[in-house]
Structure formats: structure tokens, C-alpha cells
């Protein structure tokens, strides 16, 4: 009854969280913009004067796309080797908001203030850094433990390719489900060190498994609920873009306000997942 | 009065009849073509077993050999594959890394005893010999002992010479009995075994080709028997192969000839007889868990060992094997024999995968493919087109691995993307497909350093791993090129001429150019040269490549004359003036590769109107010029795409309208990805 009563509640929820969702994603935007400019910028000194890269308008076209690269090549490489600062960054900003998010989430009714969100997005920054960090460590362990055993068959004499795949067909399921549990996990240890605002992740992490291990059926079933709504906007993305041709400017554009449409959405459903899950946490301790 | 009459003749004759009916049934029961296809210089009988615990095959084989020459030949010299496998001395060994560790992964190939048929003992004449080693660790001995080696250099054994008594005079034949023992290695490298899975191939001693002048190209008197090195295939007659082969009963076989007949011999083993016709070599496999599909094409019954988990993938593979059939039958000629063999290899017989024995060939898949991932029909198409580029066709895969690899690659390309679409060939995915014709193209020019090494070369000598893409991928990038430039009817003659003046012999290279010059000057007069020896100049012998550039296309207005004409106190002054909407527009072009290729060049001028130009390429520079009403809008070297072997395509038009869109199509793709990237690392977050 909790769960589903908090599965209702994200909606309206997600609804009235669209400033925050908008501040996020502009955020985003703005990153992801600074790192598009110099890209499109070098894409176009290399293909406005030439007719070939106009077969890449109405379809893929390998032969256009791999004399495009490779006549612009170490240009582009540059650009892919100074890459992992940027993942890091992106690894950091995610961290940062939950802060923000949190705050949000917990006080809905309020006024969304802008100070506010960014004070408590610095305030808790650190230690749920901190908390990421562990979490890391825990799925790299937890990655291990699942890929180590096929990895070591592969190389085994008898060894079919079907037995290979099956194998890791199933790691990759059981690894989902443990990736799911333990990003609960680390949802409401979240949840636990903004409540009691302290500094003590690991012992936050300790009691926000056993809170998980205790309510797993609850939690995952409102995980399951909340699921079908990002693949239902996957599918119909997927069937847009599979069917669409776009090769005018119109249609480019067209396809631009699509994409930020989708990562907007993306951002308003992860900020519905964290309140329903906070729904989930106050119900819990209204009735303790 | 007559049937009477007839009837006792007939009656007198039935004796006669019936005789003649048996030899004609009992010949029938053991011919598979209706006449030899070949000389068949050499023929094996053998009888061997195999032993799956000690991994052997071992027995006596009986070699006729005809000499074709005009030479009294004195030695024979048989490559000994096998013995590649022995010891890190071999020449295979030393060109790569020993990937073999216990005693048991070993492999070679002993001769036991070896003499004429009537019982002369050859063996004090047998040596082995190193060909390839004159030119690079040290001269070419023919001694008749092993030869001693210093430390670390090669000592290979995979040639054996065998030295006669008498020489074996023109159109004599000889009979060689050899009884010998082949161990298998481990399967690593095509050929042995894995656990309880068996691909035999190089298993016997085989005699070399001997080449005399007249017989192809090139050809000087004299055995051509080369080591086996580690990226070289291949070089035999064409044989006619018996083989009695005992192995264990539950073991399922498949093999390059046609059982003949089946004995169980009561101990768990059973006897196959095999016979194949006119092919340049025998392989076959034995394993329990074979899953046999059997279909028909035509006169071709095909016959498919799939390893169970790959069954669902049956249709794909057979499909492939079928269209290949019908294709080259269509373009090049009649695939002649009645059977075709298809073998799956297990995961841990990958190796022996993606090979060719003719008659028999190995794919190549895994299980999960995607059916946008086309990898099995490639392999399939490719292995089987082997049976003709080096199987009919009979080229030298050491000295010439461009005749039948890269041949061979040039007509996967086409079968490919004429079966499964122009673009789609070999990966059609959602948002990605690649043609194999551009696949191929995009391999070699996307080398490193397309300049690496000419691909008139022996397999083994292409330097930095250059093999692959040199005789593979830049071979079929400039025969499609060559088949754009004199186009596709004219190609497909080009290749039915060269069967049918070829098939079930050795040509060289020069055989196929001369078919080339041929064929095209009769369809083509002499628009492209006296001949096209340049062509293969140009991309065979030599490493040159092709890039053409639009350097620029620019316009300005025509001014009518003006300054100061005329003497002393008749001078005039004429001021500028434009002409009426009069533009001299000016297109330049460069040659950057050193290759010289004719090529068009398409002008498109502001109103619409376009012209077709034609550059020989010969200087490394050229101005296009016009004075028109209108100014020239783009220009583009090779509209048509014909010259594939062009190693940068972006370059060959130049436009004045910029065009913005694809930068921003892939500028909004880009963004999106970063959106969802940081999106997805902070589900670490
Ligand atoms: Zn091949």
C-alpha cells in the first residue's frame, strides 16, 4: 500500500518538479553545448565545401563517414583522448545535485528558491561523493565476483560460443539486478545523511542495506512500476527515429527539440524516482 | 520375317550387353564428373586410419605422378605441412610466435618408408630442403642430410626432397608408395585437433607442382615447393584422390570427396571409401557431434556439419552457399561438381574456421549473431568462392596471393552486396550498415600506410602485417575500381574468358592480364591505352595510390579591354566595363597520389547546366576555365564513383554554396550522446 501510495504520489510529484528538472537540465545543456561547439565547428570546416557528406543526410553512409574522420582524423582524436576528465566531471555533477534534489523532494510545497538548491547541493556534496565513491567500489567488486567465472571458462577447451553467451547473458542479468539494489542502496543512504545530517557514510550505508534488504519486495516492485515509463519513452524514440529522415534543416532542427524533449524527460523521471522512493522512506517512518 | 530375325540377333548380342552394361555401371559407380576436368598429373590412393586417442593418421598412400614436361625430372619434392607443426625451428614457428606447450599439441609427419611401386627403396635419396631461405639466412642446399643449423636459425622440415635413381622422362609416369604417420598439433593454426574434434587438412605428403615454360606465365622448369610459412596457403595439381579411411563408427565425417562406399568392420570402427575428382587438395573432419542438414542446389548436393547450437543459423549459411552457386555460375562459369561440403567448426576449432579445400570449406559464426551482423554468409561466400579462385582456377597461393585471395575477395564483395543490398552487405544494423565493397575499400584505405607494399609479392613477404588488407582489400578495391572504369559486362566477360582459358589449369598473373588486354580492347577499342598493362602497374606492381583534389572553384565578372591603346597624339583611353552578365569562372584541380587514373569531372554551373570534362591525370595539375553567362557552382572529380581506389572521396568536389546540415545533423547527434552519457554515469553517481 506504501509503495503503490508513493508511486501515485512521484507523479504529481515529477509534475511540480519541473523548475528543478529545467535548472538540472540546463545545467546539462550548457556543458554538453560547450563541448558541441568546437565539434560542429570542426565538422563544418572539413564538409561545407565538399558534396559528399551530403549522402549523410538522408541515410548513414559508411564511405562518407569514414573519409570524413579520417580526413579530419587526428582532429577528431583529440577531441575523443581528452575525454575522461569529462567523464569524471559528468560523474561529479551528478553527485552534486543530489543535494539539491533531495532538498526538493523533501520539502515539495515549498517555493523552489534557486539559493537554496545550490546551498544544499554544495552542503552535502562531499560526503555523497564519498558515498559514490564506496558505492563504486562495491559494484566493481560486485562486477568482478559475476564476470570473473565465464571469463575464466572462455579460454576452456569444450567451451561452446552458446554456453559463452548464455553465461554472460545471465551475468548481465544477475549484475542488473545487483546494480539496481545497490544504486537503492546508496538512494537512501542519501535519504539517511540529509535527514540526520552527519558525516558517517559508511555506517549511513550500512543501515540503508539493511532498510533495503528489509523492504526489497516493496522497493523493487515500485522500481518495476516506475521502469515502464523510460522504456516507453526509449521504444518511442527509437520508432521516431528508425522511421524519420532527416535531411533538411527543418527536419535537423525538428530532431534537435525531439532529443532535448527526451533528456528533459529523462531528467524529470529520475527526479520522480528519487521522490517516490522519499515517499517511500517518510510512509516507513510515519509508521515506525 | 524380320522381327524374328532382329530378336535372334538381339538374343546373340545379350552376352555382349550385359558386359557392357556392368563396365559401364561399375566405371559410372566410381567416376564422379562425366570426363576428367584436369590433366590429373598427380592421383593418391591412400589407406589410413585415424587414431583419435594418439591423434594420427597414419598408413600408405600411392602417388602417380605423369611428368607434364618436356624435362627428364630427377627428384621429386613434397610439402610436408605437417612438420610446421613440429618445433620451434620450423619457418612458421620462426615467423611468429610458438603457440604450442605440451608434447602432445606438437604435430608432424613422418615418412616411414618410401619406394617405387615395384619395390625400389627411395629413402637414402630423401633430404630436406629450405627453398625460400636463398635470398634471407643463408643459400639454398640440397643436401642429402638434414642440414645442420647454427642456434636460433631456422631448420624446417615441411619440404622433402627425394632424389631417384632414374630420372622420370617426359610423359613418363612414376608410382610412389609412402608409408607414413601424420600427428596432428593441437588446433591452433587450420589444421588438428581439439579434444574429440578432428579438421585433418596438409595431412599427407603432397607433391609439389612441377612447372615448366609454356605450362603458365612465368613459369621456368622446375619444382615449385615452397615452405610453409605462416601467412602463406597453397599450390597443387589437380588430383583424383581414393582414400580408404578407417576411423571409430560413432565419428561422423565429413570430407572433400563423395563416399563410395561405407564398411562397419565390426570393432566400433568403420571403413569409408572417398573419392574426389580434379581438386587441388583433400581435408575432411570427424567429430561425434556433427549435426548434418543436406539441401540441393541444381546438380550440387549440398551436404552441412553444423555443430548443434549454431543449427538455427542452418538457413543462413545454405542461403549464402546458394546464392554464391547461383552467382558465379551466372558471371564466371559452371561450378562442376555434384557436391559441395559446408563444415561448422566448434568454438575450440575456431581456427580451423574461414578455409577453403574446394570441394570442402570452413565458415565461420557464433551464436547470437544478429542477422544485421552478416559474418556467416561472408564467410560461407567467400570459402566457397575459393573452389573457383585457386580450386578451378588453380593460381599459386606463395607466389601470387592476390589471384585467388584477392580475386576471390573482389567477387565476395560483389556476391555480397548484390545479395543482401548495395551499402547493407556486411553490417545492417538500425543506424549503421556498410556495403562489403566499402568495407573493403575502407580497410585499405584506412591503412596506416596504404603505401606499405605492392601486392605483386610471395604471401610472406609483406612487411609490419600488411598482408590482409594489401592482397585482400586493396586487390578487390581496385578490381571493383576496374570494373566501374570498363564496366560490369565487360568485367564479367574479362572472368568468363579467363575460366574458360584457364579452368583446371595454373595461371599467373600475366595469364589474367592478357585475358584483361584482350577482352577490353575488343569491347572497348583502345580508350584506355594500347592496353591496360598500366592499370596493373600502377595497383598490382606498385605501391602508387590514387587522390585527386578540387583545389578551388571561383568566379569573377569579364571586363570588356581597357587602359590606354594606341601612339603618340592617337592614343585612347577605353575605361572599364563589364560585360553583360559575363563570369569567368575557373575550377582548379590537383593530382596528390602519384597513381595516374583518366577520370571525369563533373561542372555544375549556377543555371543549372552541366558539363562532363575529362582528365587524363598525367600532369599534376590542371585549370578548368569558362566564360559563361553563368558562374560554376561545384565542381566534382568522378561523379560516378567509379575510382574507389581514390583514398580521400571528401575531397573531390568543391562547392561555393556551403552546406551547413550534415555538420549540424551530426553536431545535434553529438550533443545527444554527450546528454546521455552524463546521464548514464550518473546512474555511478
Ligand atoms: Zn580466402
Not at chain 1, 533495503?212 to 519486495?217: C, D, K, Q, S, T
Not at chain 2, 571409430?248 to 571403413?271: Q, T
Request: proline letters at 3%.
Amino acid at each position: 500500500m506504501k509503495a503503490l501510495k508513493s508511486y501515485i504520489y512521484s507523479f504529481s510529484l515529477s509534475w511540480n518538479s519541473k523548475k528543478i528538472s529545467s535548472i538540472i537540465y540546463l545545467a546539462y545543456f550548457c556543458i554538453a553545448l560547450l563541448l558541441t561547439i568546437p565539434f560542429y565547428k570542426l565538422f563544418v570546416s572539413i564538409s561545407e565545401h565538399s558534396l559528399l557528406p551530403a549522402n549523410l543526410l538522408q541515410d548513414f553512409d559508411a564511405t562518407a563517414f569514414g573519409d570524413l574522420i579520417r580526413d579530419s582524423g587526428k582532429a577528431f582524436q583529440v577531441y575523443f583522448k581528452g575525454f575522461l576528465p569529462w567523464v569524471i566531471v559528468f560523474w561529479l555533477m551528478g553527485t552534486l545535485f543530489y543535494g539539491g534534489i533531495i532538498a526538493w523532494i523533501s520539502n515539495p510545497n515549498g517555493t523552489l528558491r534557486f539559493r537554496l538548491f545550490l546551498d544544499k547541493c554544495t552542503q552535502y556534496f562531499w560526503r555523497f561523493v564519498r558515498l559514490a565513491f564506496y558505492m563504486l567500489v562495491i559494484q566493481a567488486i560486485v562486477a568482478l565476483l559475476i564476470y570473473v567465472l565465464p571469463v575464466i571458462m572462455i579460454g576452456k577447451e569444450g567451451v561452446t560460443d552458446q554456453y559463452i553467451v548464455r553465461t554472460i547473458s545471465i551475468g548481465i542479468l544477475i549484475h542488473l539486478v545487483f546494480l539496481i539494489t545497490i544504486r537503492l542502496i546508496a538512494d537512501f543512504a542519501r535519504f539517511g545523511l540529509y535527514q540526520k545530517n552527519h558525516h558517517k557514510v559508511l555506517k549511513e550505508i550500512w543501515i540503508s542495506a539493511k532498510y533495503v534488504f528489509r523492504h526489497l519486495g516493496s522497493l523493487w516492485m515500485i522500481y518495476m512500476m516506475w521502469v515502464i515509463m523510460p522504456m516507453v519513452l526509449v521504444v518511442i524514440f527509437y520508432i521516431l527515429r528508425t522511421t524519420m529522415t532527416i535531411d533538411t534543416t527543418v527536419l535537423i532542427v525538428g530532431l534537435f527539440v525531439l532529443q532535448q524533449i527526451f533528456i528533459w524527460l529523462k531528467i524529470s523521471l529520475r527526479i520522480q524516482k528519487q521522490g517516490m522512493y522519499y515517499k517511500y522512506y517518510i510512509l516507513c517512518q510515519v509508521e515506525d | 520375317m524380320k522381327k524374328p530375325s532382329n530378336l535372334s540377333k538381339a538374343r546373340a548380342m545379350l552376352p555382349f550387353f550385359l558386359i557392357l552394361l556392368f563396365v559401364v555401371s561399375s566405371t559410372n559407380a566410381q567416376v564422379i564428373l562425366e570426363k576428367a576436368l584436369s590433366d590429373r598429373t598427380t592421383s593418391y590412393k591412400m589407406d589410413v586410419e585415424l587414431d583419435t586417442d594418439a591423434k594420427t593418421v597414419s598408413g600408405d598412400l600411392i602417388l602417380t605422378w605423369t611428368n607434364p614436361s618436356l624435362d627428364t625430372v630427377s627428384d621429386l619434392q613434397f610439402h610436408m605441412y605437417l612438420n610446421a607443426f613440429k618445433n620451434s625451428k620450423s619457418t612458421m614457428f620462426n615467423e611468429g610466435s610458438v603457440f604450442h606447450r605440451d608434447e602432445d599439441d606438437f604435430g608432424f609427419v613422418d615418412v616411414n618408408s618410401i619406394h617405387t611401386l615395384d619395390g625400389k627403396d627411395l629413402s637414402a635419396g630423401v633430404s630436406f630442403i629450405m627453398p625460400d631461405q636463398k635470398n634471407h639466412f643463408q643459400e639454398l642446399r640440397l643436401s642429402e642430410e638434414v642440414p645442420t643449423m647454427p642456434d636460433g636459425s631456422i631448420q624446417d622440415e615441411t619440404v622433402m626432397r627425394v632424389v631417384l635413381d632414374e630420372g622420370v622422362l617426359p610423359g613418363e609416369s612414376i608410382q610412389v608408395k609412402i608409408s607414413f604417420t601424420s600427428k596432428l598439433p593441437d588446433l591452433k593454426k587450420r589444421t588438428g585437433f581439439s579434444q574429440n574434434y578432428f579438421f585433418v587438412a596438409q595431412w599427407f605428403p603432397k607433391l609439389a607442382v612441377y612447372e615448366y615454360p609454356g605450362m603458365k606465365s612465368g613459369a621456368e622448369s622446375g619444382w615449385n615447393c615452397h615452405q610453409f610459412h605462416r601467412s602463406s596457403e597453397f599450390y597443387a595439381n589437380h588430383s583424383l584422390y581414393e582414400i580408404d579411411l578407417t576411423l571409430p563408427d560413432d565419428y561422423i565425417l565429413g570430407s572433400g570427396g563423395m563416399v563410395m562406399a561405407e564398411e562397419n568392420l565390426g570393432n566400433g570402427k568403420k571403413k569409408v571409401s572417398l573419392r574426389a575428382e580434379d581438386i587441388v587438395d583433400f581435408a575432411w573432419t570427424a567429430s561425434k557431434d556433427y549435426v548434418v542438414v543436406e539441401d540441393q542446389w541444381k546438380h550440387v548436393k549440398i551436404r552441412a556439419l553444423f555443430q548443434a547450437e549454431h543449427l538455427y543459423q542452418a538457413e543462413r549459411h545454405i542461403n549464402a552457399l546458394k546464392e554464391a552457386l547461383a552467382y558465379l555460375d551466372e558471371h564466371v562459369g559452371r561450378y562442376p561438381w555434384p557436391h559441395a561440403t559446408l563444415i561448422d567448426p566448434p568454438t575450440s576449432g575456431q581456427a580451423a574456421g574461414g578455409m577453403e579445400y574446394t570441394t570442402l570449406f570452413t565458415a565461420g559464426t557464433a551464436y547470437g549473431l544478429p542477422k544485421g551482423l552478416r559474418m556467416p554468409e561472408l564467410v560461407t561466400i567467400h570459402e566457397f568462392g575459393h573452389a573457383y579462385f585457386m580450386g578451378i582456377l588453380a593460381t599459386n597461393e606463395f607466389d601470387e596471393p592476390w589471384m585467388d585471395e584477392g580475386m576471390n575477395t573482389y567477387w565476395e564483395t560483389r556476391i555480397m552486396d548484390h545479395v543482401y543490398g548495395d551499402k547493407h552487405g556486411v553490417i545492417d544494423l538500425p543506424f549503421i550498415h556498410i556495403g562489403d565493397k566499402e568495407f573493403a575499400r575502407f580497410t585499405y584505405v584506412g591503412m596506416n600506410n596504404p603505401k606499405i607494399a605492392d601486392a605483386y609479392r610471395p604471401s610472406w613477404e609483406f612487411p609490419h602485417g600488411s598482408y590482409g588488407s594489401v592482397i585482400y582489400q586493396k586487390t578487390a578495391t581496385w578490381l571493383n575500381t576496374l570494373e566501374r572504369m570498363i564496366s560490369t559486362e565487360t568485367m564479367d566477360e574479362v572472368f568468363k574468358t579467363y575460366f574458360k582459358r584457364w579452368a583446371f589449369k595454373h595461371p599467373g598473373t600475366q595469364d589474367f592480364i592478357d585475358v584483361v588486354n584482350e577482352v577490353v580492347t575488343e569491347h572497348h577499342g583502345d580508350r584506355f591505352g594500347e592496353n591496360l598493362d598500366w592499370y596493373f602497374d600502377t595497383f598490382l606492381k606498385d605501391d602508387k595510390t590514387v587522390d585527386y583534389k578540387v583545389i578551388s572553384v571561383s568566379s569573377r565578372r569579364v571586363y570588356q579591354d581597357a587602359g590606354i591603346f594606341g601612339k603618340a597624339d592617337s592614343k585612347l583611353f577605353i575605361e572599364q566595363e563589364s560585360e553583360e552578365d559575363l563570369y569567368r569562372s575557373t575550377v582548379a584541380l590537383e593530382r596528390l597520389g602519384e597513381a595516374i587514373v583518366p577520370v571525369d569531372i563533373l561542372i555544375h554551373f549556377e543555371d543549372g547546366t552541366e558539363i562532363i570534362e575529362y582528365w587524363n591525370g598525367k600532369d599534376r595539375a590542371k585549370d578548368l576555365i569558362y566564360e559563361r553567362s553563368s558562374r560554376v557552382e561545384w565542381a566534382c572529380i568522378d561523379p560516378e564513383m567509379k575510382i574507389l581506389m581514390d583514398t580521400n572521396l571528401l575531397n573531390n568536389s568543391v562547392t561555393t554554396k556551403a552546406n551547413k546540415k550534415p555538420a549540424l545533423k551530426y553536431g545535434s547527434k553529438f550533443m545527444f550522446l554527450i546528454q546521455n552519457l552524463m546521464q548514464l554515469i550518473s546512474i555511478f553517481s
